[in-house]
C-alpha cells in the first residue's frame, strides 16, 4: 500500500476556518447542508407490508428479517418512514453513545420514524458525502452540535452545518478512489480475520484430541463406551463428572456481613479463552446473598445461552481473593484427588462438553440454561494426574505458539483498520489529491 504521506497535495489550499480540518484546497466550497440535504418524512401509513424493514448498524443500513425477528418489534409500523436507495439515514439523537450514526441506504424500505432521512440535491455524490460523515461520526466532530442531555442534534443545526465538499468531478474520482481502496482493505481484513478464526478452531482440535487421546498417538487405544467420544488410550478411564469434582461446593464465609473486599465476576468479566477480569471487587455483605460464590482454585462454567455455547468458562487458580462471588448463571466445580483444575477446565471448554451441554439444555428461547444433572452424569475420559499434568503442560506450549501468531495477524488487523481511517479522512479533507491515475491503480 502506498504511503499516505507521498500521494499527491492540491496545488492551492486556503484556511477552512475550522480548527480541527486546517487548511482546504482552493477549489473546494463551504455549503450549508440546507443546499446539499433535504428533509424526508413520508410516512408508510397502512401500506408498511409492502415496505422491507430497514436498520441503521454498524454495517450500515441493512435489511431486517420479519419473518425470524430480532430484538424488540412495534405492534404496528404506520408510524415508520420510507426509504429510498441513496437516501441518508441519520440518528441526530444519543449521537455521542451510537457507534453508527450515519447511513447510506443501498435499499428502498421503511425506518423507525425516530431516525432522520434526507434525500441529496443534484450536483453532489452521495458516495462521497457518506465518506464525508463516516469520517466525522467517527471522531464524533458534530459535538457542538449537541443539546440536551440527549445529545441530540436539531435537524435545523445540521441544515445550518457547513459540509465541505469539491466539485462534482472531484466528489467522484474521491469516492471511486475510496470505493476501490476500502474494497481491497476490507478483503485484507476478512482474510487475516479468518486466519485467526482457523487459528481458534485449531486450539479447539487441541483440546478435544488432548481430553479424549492425550500426547502419545501410538498408545494403545480401547473403545470409550460412548459413541461420542470414540476410543479413547486404554489406560484411560470414563467416568461421570461427579466422581472427579463436586458440583456447586460450599465456600466457607467467617462474616457474611463483613466490608472485606472479595473479587465479583459479573459475567461479562469471564471471556470465551478463560480470562477474568478481576478489575471489580466489592464488600462482602454486598454480594453474600443472592450470587455464586467460588473458591481460589474452582472452576467456573457459563449455564446459560448464548453465554454457554460460546464457551464462558475458567479456572479460577489466580483469583486475587481467597473466595469471590459472581453471576448465578455459573455453575461452580471444585476439584477431587482424581482431577486437576487445568485439566478440568480442557474438559468443559473441549467441543465435547459444549455440543452435549448445548443438546441438553432446558427452559424457554433465550433463556435456556444447562441443567446440574448434566455437570454430574457427563462422561469424562480421565488418565492419571500425573499424564493430565503432562497434556496440560503441553496444551499451553502449543496454545503460545498459536496466540503469538494471533497477536501478530491481530496487530495487521488495527493496522489495516489505522490505514483506513486515514486514507479516507485525508481524501475527504482534501489532505491528498486523488488522481485519474490513482483511480486506474
Same mark, same amino acid.
Given at each position: 500500500m502506498m504511503k499516505i504521506s507521498e500521494m499527491p497535495k492540491y496545488e492551492v489550499y486556503k484556511d477552512s476556518g475550522v480548527e480541527w480540518l486546517g487548511d482546504i484546497p482552493?477549489?473546494?466550497?463551504? /455549503?450549508a447542508n440546507k443546499h446539499i440535504f433535504r428533509l424526508k418524512k413520508k410516512q408508510v401509513g397502512k401500506r408498511s407490508s409492502e415496505y422491507d424493514l430497514l436498520s441503521l448498524t454498524l454495517r450500515g443500513v441493512i435489511k431486517r428479517d420479519m419473518e425470524n425477528p430480532e430484538g424488540k418489534f412495534p405492534a404496528e409500523f404506520d408510524t415508520y418512514q420510507e426509504v429510498q436507495c441513496g437516501d441518508f439515514?441519520?440518528?441526530l439523537?444519543? !449521537?455521542?453513545?451510537?457507534? $453508527?450514526?450515519?447511513? +447510506?441506504?443501498?435499499?428502498n424500505g421503511m425506518i423507525t420514524g425516530a431516525y432522520t432521512v434526507f434525500e441529496l440535491n443534484d450536483n453532489f455524490d452521495n458516495r462521497f458525502l457518506y465518506y464525508f460523515y463516516m469520517n466525522l461520526d467517527a471522531k464524533k466532530m458534530l459535538k457542538p452540535l449537541y $443539546? =440536551?442531555? $440527549?445529545?441530540?442534534?436539531? *435537524?435545523?443545526?445540521? /441544515?445550518s452545518f457547513k459540509t465541505f465538499v469539491p466539485p462534482h468531478e472531484q466528489q467522484t474520482r474521491i469516492a471511486n478512489f475510496l470505493d476501490k481502496k476500502i474494497a481491497l482493505i476490507d478483503e485484507?481484513?476478512?482474510?487475516?480475520?479468518?486466519?485467526?478464526? +482457523?487459528?481458534?478452531?485449531?486450539?479447539?482440535?487441541?483440546?478435544?484430541?488432548? !481430553?479424549?487421546? =492425550? /500426547?502419545d498417538p501410538n498408545v494403545p487405544m480401547k473403545d470409550s463406551g460412548v459413541d461420542w467420544i470414540g476410543d479413547i488410550p486404554e489406560h484411560w478411564e470414563v467416568v461421570p463428572l461427579k466422581r472427579l469434582a463436586v458440583l456447586s461446593p460450599s465456600v466457607k464465609v467467617s462474616n457474611r456481613k463483613s *466490608?472485606? /473486599? !472479595?473479587?465479583?465476576l459479573a459475567m461479562e468479566k469471564v471471556s470465551t479463552d478463560g480470562f477474568i477480569d478481576q478489575d471489580t471487587l466489592m464488600p462482602i455483605c454486598d454480594v453474600s446473598q443472592g450470587f455464586t460464590v467460588f473458591n481460589r482454585g474452582d472452576v467456573i462454567v457459563a449455564k446459560i445461552t448464548p453465554c454457554f455455547e460460546n464457551g464462558k468458562s475458567a479456572w479460577l487458580n489466580n483469583l486475587q481473593t481467597e473466595f469471590g462471588y459472581g453471576s448465578t448463571e455459573f455453575h461452580v466445580l471444585r476439584c477431587g484427588q482424581r482431577i486437576i483444575g487445568s485439566f478440568l477446565y480442557l474438559i468443559v471448554s473441549s467441543p465435547l462438553f459444549l455440543n452435549a451441554g448445548e443438546a441438553m439444555m432446558t427452559g424457554s428461547a433465550g433463556q435456556k440454561r444447562v441443567?446440574?444433572?448434566?455437570?454430574?452424569?457427563?462422561?469424562?475420559?480421565?488418565? =492419571?494426574?500425573?499424564?493430565?499434568? *503432562?497434556? !496440560?503442560? *503441553?496444551v499451553k506450549e502449543l496454545f503460545s505458539q498459536i496466540d503469538v501468531v494471533v497477536a501478530s495477524t491481530v496487530n495487521q488487523i488495527e493496522k489495516l483498520k489505522e490505514y483506513k481511517t486515514t486514507l479516507i479522512n485525508s481524501a475527504v479533507t482534501g489532505k491528498i489529491k486523488i488522481t485519474p491515475e490513482m483511480v486506474e491503480q
Open positions: 482552493a477549489s473546494w466550497s463551504l /455549503l439515514i441519520f440518528c439523537f444519543d !449521537v455521542e453513545e451510537t457507534p $453508527r450514526t450515519v447511513g +447510506l441506504s443501498p435499499f $443539546r =440536551g442531555l $440527549r445529545n441530540t442534534i436539531p *435537524k435545523d443545526s445540521f /441544515l485484507a481484513i476478512s482474510i487475516k480475520e479468518k486466519q485467526i478464526n +482457523l487459528l481458534k478452531e485449531h486450539k479447539q482440535i487441541i483440546i478435544q484430541q488432548a !481430553v479424549t487421546q =492425550g /500426547l *466490608k472485606e /473486599l !472479595v473479587t465479583f441443567p446440574s444433572s448434566f455437570i454430574q452424569n457427563f462422561p469424562t475420559a480421565i488418565p =492419571g494426574v500425573a499424564e493430565q499434568e *503432562k497434556i !496440560v503442560s *503441553k
